[in-house]
């Protein structure tokens, strides 16, 4: 049986990634990994084992790698694309200098590791729609160049030293259960909370701006089953192209709207935002990902919107 670490363990994919995890693997073979101030609580923290786990701490993911006798590492350590931009040194030591450790760690402990990339690795000279598996990366913001490196990185450690790692870009990631934090795609999830409560919602992204969404469900069957797939079917490894749906905010408001007529949108476009939206793709080709792993989404924009509605509604009670 594996023996997980999950590092990030109580941000917005950790928190359920986790929980997940302990389901199929059993709840002692899958370690929180999580940094002071930011302590598992809950299930997350009655379910099983949980560890200080800072990427800038080399010797103390070793320890924590040793002490469980770790084969598998979800690295989710990182800063997403608007906090990146303020605090661009900090998404480059925790994304790139947190993730060199933990590669190092993987490589001397024999560990696979996950890390994700995001659409946020393409930049405006990327084709926009059904963005290809390989393509032109030149993203304009930190978080892409950090992203961009992630799967270079990744792929470097697999070619030189076998170090098993794999991983996906993922598009923005709406979810019920830990609300996201800093990220350019958060409207899609505010905007849920906001017609939950019955308030309107102002829009810090533009009409008619495209962006590949993703429901959680779906984002955290990609992570274990990419983990779990025959790796002679791999042609490629960092990063595939997932997709589930794209939409702009016109979309997600007439989804809503089948659910909650009366529901009203204004719009207070966020110049960093917008900029950031601007430059990723439309919708992306996830051709590789089917082929190679067998991936497919199972929510739509219907779907998800039905059930973000009803899980939320009963979270939020
Ligand atoms: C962000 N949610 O908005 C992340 C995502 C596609 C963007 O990686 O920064």
């Known amino acids: 049986m594996k023996n997980i670490l999950v590092i990030g363990a109580t941000g917005q994919i950790g928190s359920e990634l986790t929980m997940k995890l302990r389901c199929i693997y059993g709840n002692d073979h899958v370690v929180a990994g999580y940094i002071p101030g930011a302590e598992p609580k809950g299930e997350l923290k009655e379910s ?12 103390g993911i070793d320890a924590v790698v040793k002490k469980f006798d770790i084969d598998t590492i979800y690295n989710l350590a990182a800063l997403l694309s608007v906090v990146a931009e303020s605090k661009p040194m900090l998404a480059w030591k925790i994304g790139i200098d947190g993730l060199w450790n933990i590669l190092e760690i993987a490589r001397e402990n024999g560990c696979a590791v996950f890390t994700p990339s995001s659409i946020g690795s393409f930049g405006p000279e990327t084709p926009r729609n059904h963005t290809p598996q390989d393509t032109i990366q030149r993203p304009i ?6 992203k961009v490196t992630t799967e270079l990185l990744s792929d470097y450690y697999f070619k030189k030293y076998g170090v098993d790692t794999r991983s996906v870009r993922f598009p923005g990631l709406i979810s019920y259960v830990t609300p996201p934090g800093g990220g350019t795609t958060d409207y899609a999830v505010d905007i849920f909370y906001s017609a939950v409560r019955g308030e309107d919602f102002v829009c810090p992204i533009a009409a008619g701006t495209y962006m590949d969404m993703m429901y959680m469900p779906d984002a955290l069957d990609a992570c274990v089953n990419l983990m779990e797939a025959d790796p002679t079917r791999l042609i490629h490894r960092n990063a595939f192209n997932i997709a589930a749906m794209s939409f702009d905010p016109e979309g997600i408001l007439a989804a809503i709207r089948k659910y909650k007529p009366d529901f009203k949108m204004t719009y207070k476009v966020e110049p960093l935002k917008q900029n950031n939206a601007d430059s990723w793709p439309n919708s992306l080709d996830d051709i590789c990902a089917r082929q190679e ?12 919107t039905r059930d973000m509605l009803e899980k939320l509604s009963a979270r939020l009670r």
């Open 48 to 59: 099983g084992p949980a560890e200080i786990c800072d990427v800038t701490d080399c010797a």
């Open 293 to 304: 792993w067998d991936w497919c989404a199972k929510y739509d924009l219907d779907s998800m």
């Open 141 to 146: 913001t930190i978080y892409g160049v950090s």
